[in-house]
């Protein structure tokens, strides 16, 4: 298990935005949390996104970034 780093759409920090590898200027980027991998509303937001799209980013699952 790993912690993400998340920017959600409001900050009610129910539904992702988008990923990134480190903390973000919250003025650039607002509504910034974490979670774990093992999280549900990453592992949906996660297994949305095109294959393409996983690429580096921690797998939900435990496995490693592809």
Do not use: N
Request: proline share 11%.
């Amino acid at each position: 298990m790993a912690t993400v780093y998340l920017q959600f759409t409001d900050e009610t920090h129910t539904k992702i935005l988008s990923y990134f590898t480190c903390p973000q200027d919250p003025e650039q980027y607002p509504h910034q949390g974490t979670l774990e991998t093992d999280d549900p509303l990453y592992r949906d937001y996660y297994e949305s996104l095109p294959l393409v799209a996983q690429q580096g980013m921690p797998d939900p699952s435990g496995g490693t970034a592809i």
